[in-house]
């Protein structure tokens, strides 16, 4: 019997997820951070913008980690499923910021997500690919470099 192997689109693996999560962690840090630059200018900056920062940096780190689980599976756009976790977190964030009666900026968080769509693009093409195997008595996942 044979095996029949099938190559799926780059999605998040977890093999390599031990080099993954740090990545995210770092890459939704670039987004918060020159977007306060661009509109806070350079540091420091009062206690409310910092907490503004900080909240975008987590709406965008929990929206990378959701868009990289999220593409485990097969037969998900790239795009769509990077937009629907930024806006759903973004929003979560602006309705933290407005609860709480937080300071916020809304050109902030408008140039932060478009900079975090355009950061996590490119990396979910970075991703290796993965591979689908059939082999007898089951299938098998097999992630490849």
């Known amino acids: ?24 962690l770092a890459l939704a840090l670039v987004p918060s951070g020159l977007a306060a630059l661009l509109v806070f200018g350079l540091p420091p900056w009062p206690g409310e913008i910092g907490v503004q920062v900080g909240l975008a940096y987590l709406a965008h780190a929990l929206a990378f980690s959701a868009t990289v689980r999220t593409l485990r599976y097969p037969g998900r756009e790239e795009w769509g499923v990077a937009a629907l976790y930024l806006l759903l977190f973004s929003l979560a964030l602006l309705g933290v910021l407005a609860m709480g009666r937080l300071y916020y ?3 902030f968080i408008l140039l932060s997500t478009g900079l975090a769509f355009g950061v996590l693009l ?3 093409r970075y991703l290796p690919p993965r591979r689908l195997a059939l082999v007898p008595g089951g299938w098998r996942m097999f992630y490849l470099r």
């Open 1 to 24: 019997m044979s095996v029949l192997e099938l190559s799926l689109s780059r999605r998040g693996s977890t093999a390599a997820s031990g080099l993954v999560w740090p990545w995210v």
């Open 122 to 124: 490119p990396y979910l």
């Open 105 to 107: 900026s809304r050109s």
